[in-house]
């Protein structure tokens, strides 16, 4: 009896011994750093990525091994859908529809056009959860609210909208922790490689609309062909026409809204005025003379980076790293080095001020995670996201397992193994595949919150210290980031009664984008001209809009700081 008692003590301690290291629904995970969270039994959440041109993720998004040691840890798995269509559309099809994921991934750039809008509508029709007094639990993303990381014009105006009458629908993603994270997007023009030397022309000398004009103009007459032997596109971008807008960087003034003050003194839009209907006809202008392609207005990145990809396209838009990474992808950038696209300019502001990536002090607009009243564990949702923004969870997501995929420096940072960052650096596509089969690269590209990458780890992101590519570093430094200090003027509009709805009424982006485009394809600058006139006047009738810059002419003497 003895001896069996003694053997049941024992099992007992051995059982007890085993259920300390298997969490489960309950439990506390606490990581190396001291972080705690929750644990939950195999809890599974959906995650729309509302972004037009869908989401690469792995095949396998719950047995991959990132995913694997995630739910090993907090017993939740996200699994990721993204989307071929209009954001607008799509935001506006599900919540009319009611058939909404767990999580949603969308823009939210500010005002109540496009995404904006649906996502502030859908808040006040009870089809968000308020996760106000949630976020303050996760310590790993609550900073995303602070002063610095987001504009208060941003926090005041969009975040805590008054129509949200106190509650927080939102969640900032790709926004800074630190100054050292502000992400330099690289936007710009760029052209094929051996462009320039045929045309006896330095592309950084192009610092004007005029200078870019002639440049293209040039090319078009060259008569240059893809690596294929076809004939070549002069201009085009990506999805939708994502990009085209850098063609027009001369036109801009250096400032953070599209506010500007008259001859007068008035505070006025710059879709009235005369520069805009401008900025369009060069757009016109470049489409009507054949240099811009027709179809970059409808197309999607796939198609955009075969055309990249190919050489097809002389000049192309958008940011620097997607045009690398497109002639990556085909091999272009091995194959025929003198290809490899380099940078126009880049273009001056309208005052002739050096360009520049404008900030103002905290992100104004950014991606959101959005929580739809049909998530079915919004615990489970804050706690995946808290853990996958700590430092135990970006290195993780980012960089995969020690010993295997990563090695610490002597600093105690991260870094990519010796292997995989020499074959990055002439194959990052097919490593970033290879890794992404594992889980490893997804998520940490684009579910930070407030990013602190580089402060932790002296990276933004893995092999950036050893494999960084040159050009693309180099023209970050004659393009930096730059913030502009004061208070935007755009940032009281809100304070206008009624502000939201005459913004979806009047200033809706998809209608404006309708009458622009139409502009793009008249046969005549004259009719071109008559379409943009048409859509003034069609803002202008609308007494709301004077009343509106009467509103905001006087709040601009209220107070010092503001600016444009």
């Known amino acids: ?17 085993f259920s300390s290291f298997a969490l489960g629904e309950g439990d506390v995970y606490t990581d190396k750093d001291g972080n705690t969270y929750k644990v939950f039994d195999d809890v599974q959440l959906s995650l729309l990525f509302c972004w037009n041109g869908g989401y690469k993720t792995a095949d396998d998004q719950y047995n991959n091994d990132v995913a694997t040691a995630i739910r090993e840890k907090i ?3 996200v699994e990721i859908e993204g989307i071929m269509m209009s954001e607008t559309e799509k935001l506006n099809m599900m919540f009319a529809s009611g058939d909404m994921p767990d999580i949603i991934d969308a823009p939210y750039w500010g ?41 208060l014009k941003y926090l005041e105006n969009d975040i805590d909208d008054p129509i949200f009458e106190g509650a927080r629908y939102v969640l900032p993603r790709q926004v800074a922790g630190d100054d050292a994270d502000i992400t330099n997007w690289a936007y710009g023009v760029f052209v094929r490689g051996d462009v320039p030397g045929a045309l006896g022309i330095d592309p950084t000398t192009v610092k004007t609309t ?33 990009g085209v807008s850098n063609l027009c960087g001369n036109f801009d003034e250096k400032k953070l809204t599209s506010y500007t003050a008259d001859a ?35 197309t999607n990145d796939d198609l955009a980076y075969e055309k990249t990809g190919n050489g097809t396209t002389l000049f192309t838009t958008a940011q620097y790293g997607v045009t690398i990474n497109a002639t990556k992808q085909t091999g272009l950038y091995d194959s025929n080095p003198e290809m490899r696209y380099v940078p126009v300019g880049p273009l001056n502001f309208k005052g002739g001020e050096p360009a520049a990536q404008l900030e103002a002090d905290g992100r104004s607009g950014s991606p959101v995670l959005i929580f739809p009243t049909s998530c079915k564990n919004i615990e489970a949702a804050l706690t995946w996201l808290d853990y996958i923004n700590s430092p135990e969870g970006q290195i993780l997501t980012a960089y995969g397992f020690e010993g295997d995929t990563f090695e610490y420096n002597e600093a105690g940072q991260p870094r990519m193994n010796a292997e995989l960052t020499e074959r990055y650096k002439t194959d990052s596509d097919g490593v970033a595949k290879e890794l992404r089969a594992r889980g490893i690269g997804y998520l940490s590209n684009d579910f930070y919150v407030a990013r602190k990458t580089t402060l932790w780890f002296g990276e933004t992101t893995p092999f950036q210290a050893d494999a960084a590519i040159p050009e693309l570093e180099a023209y970050k430094q004659v393009r930096p980031v730059e913030k502009l200090p004061g208070y935007p003027i755009n940032a009281v509009q809100s ?55 009467d509103f905001l002419t006087e709040q601009f003497a209220t107070r010092d700081d503001f600016i444009y």
């Open 210 to 242: 005029e200078d870019l004009y002639a440049f293209m103009k040039a090319a078009q007459e060259y008569g240059f062909k893809d690596v294929n032997g076809n004939d070549c596109i002069i201009a085009s971008s990506y999805h939708n026409g994502w």
């Open 75 to 77: 017993g939740v798995t």
């Open 1 to 17: 009896m003895k001896k069996l008692l003694t053997l049941v003590l024992a099992l007992a301690l051995v059982l007890t011994a």
């Open 495 to 549: 304070l206008f009664e009624g502000y939201n709805e005459y913004g979806q009424d009047v200033l809706d982006s998809d209608k404006q984008d309708s009458y622009v485009k139409r502009a793009y394809f008249a046969e005549t600058e004259e009719e071109a001209r008559a379409i943009l006139v048409e859509y003034q006047d069609y803002v202008k009738a609308d007494p709301r809009t004077q009343q509106l810059l």
């Open 264 to 298: 007068d003194g008035k505070v006025t839009m710059d879709i009235l005025t005369e520069d805009w209907v401008e900025e369009q006809l060069f757009i016109w202008k470049l489409v009507n003379e054949g240099i811009l392609d027709v179809e970059c207005f409808t």
């Open 111 to 151: 005002g109540t056009g496009g995404e904006t809008g649906v996502i502030k509508k859908a808040a006040t029709e009870g089809r968000l959860i308020d996760i106000k007094d949630m976020v303050p639990n996760y310590p790993n993303i609550a900073d995303a609210y602070d002063v610095g990381v987001v504009s």
